[in-house]
């Protein structure tokens, strides 16, 4: 039984933070650095929650959750949009811009899971009651999220790795002037890539609420998007590096919440509230490994002016 937990516990802390560092990667091997994917990812949670808790009540068939799935893949979009606006056409700061999204985002989020109407009866959550859909009777270990997860992963893999579209993407984020002197549309590429990287963020957030909330949602992601663009930074903007990091995170997480089963030893069982702090503290310290040797796209975070061409 603890073991099943355990590889459960791994499952979704991998779903979630493969998802949400892939929709950072996806914007920032563009050129465009996204620190709104925290505010993404809510903006997805919440409306997964209010159109899955509204539609439960008209039909509890567990398919149609892919309802409020996409619903929530195309708020977060629009959300991202907004940056994609602010940073790209009006040439902002990035990080600023990113971090308004965040803010923004949690406070529609803070404000409605605790107005009536949208709640539940204690006021302070947004509930859908869907099943978790998982295969081979796995207990919740091989989900569908899962299986999205992986084929997410596979068709970016070969988009950045084998197409002609992939290898221009990169090159947006790499050297966005000698692209456009090719005749290539720099702007476009970036605004599709913060577009997708928001559609990505916001089913990350929609599976936040399903497997790791038990379809509850409380205004917050639990600050996982930040999460995410550290395990990016430590996955050196590579999809395969990512996905290594996304599951060593995943295993740090797992740890801190699930010592209770893991070991034997009383005190640790006593105190295993303490260890909540360690997949922190482990992250932290990876971070400080690995951010010497970090070697980001090279005109990331930097405004494009066609003009200057």
């Not at 988009?159 to 000698?178: D, K, L, V």
């Amino acid at each position: 039984m603890s073991t099943n937990l355990i590889l459960e516990t791994i499952s979704i802390y991998f779903v979630i933070f493969s998802l949400a560092s892939l929709a950072g990667l996806i914007s920032e091997r563009s050129g465009i650095i996204n620190v709104g994917i925290d505010g993404m990812m809510v903006i997805g949670a919440l409306s997964y929650a209010i159109v899955g808790s509204k539609l439960y009540k008209i039909n509890s068939t567990t398919a149609l959750q892919i309802i409020p799935i996409i619903f929530a893949m195309i708020v977060a979009s629009i959300f991202a949009l907004f940056h994609a606006f602010a940073s790209i056409k009006l040439k902002a700061d990035q990080i600023v811009s990113g971090t308004a999204i965040n803010l923004f985002a949690q406070g529609i989020a803070l404000f409605l899971t605790t107005t009536r109407g949208w709640t539940e009866s204690n006021g302070t959550l947004i509930t859908s009651n869907y099943s978790i859909i998982s295969f081979f009777n796995s207990q919740n270990i091989f989900t569908f999220y899962l299986l999205i997860t992986i084929l997410i992963t596979l068709i970016s893999g070969l988009y950045f790795s084998f197409t002609r579209t992939g290898s221009r993407h990169i090159a947006s984020g790499e050297n966005p002037n000698a692209v456009s002197a090719a005749g290539i549309n720099v702007i476009k590429y970036r605004c599709v890539a913060v577009l997708v990287s928001g559609m990505v963020a916001g089913l990350a957030g929609a599976c936040f609420v399903i497997i790791k909330n038990n379809g509850n949602f409380f205004g917050t992601v639990n600050g996982f998007g930040f999460i995410a663009l550290a395990i990016m930074i430590v996955g050196q903007w590579k999809i395969r590096f990512t996905v290594t990091a996304s599951f060593i995170f995943a295993l740090f997480f797992t740890i801190g919440e699930r010592i209770f089963y893991i070991s034997n030893n009383q005190w640790i069982k006593n105190n295993s509230s303490l260890f909540n702090i360690l997949p922190f503290f482990l992250s932290l310290i990876t971070m400080m490994s690995i951010s010497k040797f970090s070697k980001p796209p090279k005109s990331i975070g930097e405004v494009y002016d066609q003009a200057k061409r």
